[in-house]
């Protein structure tokens, strides 16, 4: 299995067009990708630097005929003038997909920040090797306060899904929406962090969980031990970035999947958007 994610900045290439087209087209070139993870999606905000287009949810989703399209709304507002607008996460899969939860992430009050909602959209996929839950997000950046406490809910999230792995089929149930689903330990967790592999709420993430609930580990530490990072942002934007390239947007993996990463790359040779694609191969 292949599974892209991204943060592709509504769009918007470091030349300044936004380009849903061309967001779809590059992952493309990268990879033939069975999971597509998006990160700053906009419907209806034309207030966006150089964003034209209406609704991009619609339009990626179009781009991808024959792949699922999940949408993971963070921010849902009205306007006077614009009407309904929303921004948030993506997810396109081929694969089977079982059942989807948005789970909308802590936002303690943090008065001197500019902050926003933040969610972690969450599919289960049906695989050869079982249930397969893979949950995108994108962590405050401004807040250290909120993305702390993402980060923590993001655990919690693991340990539930882990205990849900036990519920026992109610056949009574069936065809409701009581009946039991798939849902297990067995995940992967994308998106960007908005902090830096350096930083100990990294370290926290991957921290043990609880008795029989499988941690998160760094996909890029298993498949490429020993080497740096490869930068994720300031590759190519320069002036927002204020001239510095590091990583910020990871792939983990819970430790029950650990054996099957294969490989984790960066595409460095995008310039879509101000982030680039992070792409991890998972064998079956």
Same mark, same amino acid.
């Given at each position: 299995?292949?599974?892209?994610?991204?943060?592709?900045?509504?769009?918007? !290439?470091?030349?300044?067009?936004?380009? %849903?087209? @061309?967001?779809? +087209?590059?992952? +493309?070139?990268?990879?033939?990708?069975? $999971?597509?993870?998006?990160?700053?999606?906009?419907?209806?905000?034309?207030?966006?630097?150089?964003?034209?287009?209406?609704?991009?949810?619609?339009?990626?989703?179009?781009?991808? %005929?024959?792949?699922?399209?999940?949408?993971?709304?963070?921010?849902?507002?009205?306007?006077?003038?614009?009407?309904?607008?929303?921004?948030?996460?993506?997810?396109?899969? &081929?694969?089977?997909?079982?059942?989807?939860?948005?789970?909308?992430?802590?936002?303690?009050?943090? #008065?001197?920040? %500019?902050?926003? #909602?933040? $969610?972690?959209?969450?599919?289960?996929?049906?695989?050869?090797? !079982?249930?397969? +839950? $893979?949950?995108?997000?994108?962590?405050?950046?401004?807040?250290?306060?909120?993305?702390?406490?993402?980060?923590?809910?993001? @655990?919690?999230?693991?340990?539930?899904?882990?205990?849900?792995?036990?519920? *026992?089929?109610?056949?009574?149930?069936? !065809?409701?929406?009581?009946?039991?689903?798939?849902? =297990? #330990?067995? !995940?992967?967790?994308?998106?960007?962090?908005?902090?830096?592999?350096?930083?100990?709420?990294?370290?926290?993430?991957?921290?043990?969980?609880?008795?029989?609930?499988? +941690?998160? *580990?760094?996909?890029?530490?298993?498949?490429? %031990?020993?080497? &740096?990072?490869?930068?994720?942002? =300031?590759?190519?934007?320069?002036?927002?970035?204020?001239? &510095?390239?590091?990583?910020?947007?990871?792939?983990?993996?819970? =430790?029950?999947?650990?054996?099957?990463?294969?490989?984790?790359?960066?595409?460095?040779?995008?310039?879509?958007?101000?982030?680039? #694609?992070?792409?991890?191969?998972?064998?079956?």
């Amino acid at each position: 299995m292949k599974l892209i994610t991204w943060n592709i900045q509504w769009c918007r !290439g470091v030349d300044g067009n936004v380009d %849903p087209a @061309r967001i779809i +087209r590059d992952a +493309r070139a990268f990879a033939d990708f069975d $999971v597509l993870c998006l990160q700053e999606v906009a419907r209806n905000y034309p207030g966006l630097e150089g964003n034209r287009v209406k609704d991009q949810f619609q339009e990626l989703a179009k781009l991808l %005929p024959g792949y699922t399209a999940i949408e993971g709304i963070a921010v849902d507002e009205f306007s006077a003038q614009n009407g309904r607008r929303q921004f948030g996460n993506m997810i396109l899969a &081929r694969l089977p997909v079982v059942q989807v939860f948005r789970h909308l992430l802590p936002w303690p009050a943090d #008065p001197q920040a %500019p902050t926003m #909602p933040r $969610v972690a959209l969450e599919v289960v996929l049906s695989t050869a090797a !079982g249930p397969l +839950r $893979v949950t995108t997000s994108h962590l405050e950046f401004y807040s250290v306060l909120q993305r702390e406490a993402q980060v923590e809910r993001l @655990r919690q999230i693991q340990a539930e899904a882990s205990g849900h792995a036990a519920d *026992v089929w109610q056949e009574e149930k069936k !065809g409701g929406p009581f009946e039991t689903k798939q849902r =297990g #330990p067995a !995940g992967i967790l994308t998106g960007d962090f908005n902090y830096e592999v350096s930083e100990p709420i990294h370290a926290r993430l991957q921290r043990p969980i609880a008795d029989g609930v499988p +941690r998160y *580990v760094d996909a890029w530490t298993v498949a490429n %031990p020993g080497v &740096r990072h490869a930068p994720t942002v =300031g590759v190519y934007d320069k002036v927002q970035w204020h001239g &510095r390239e590091f990583c910020c947007d990871f792939l983990c993996v819970t =430790g029950d999947l650990a054996s099957r990463v294969r490989a984790v790359s960066v595409n460095l040779q995008t310039a879509a958007s101000d982030h680039q #694609p992070v792409l991890l191969e998972l064998a079956d």
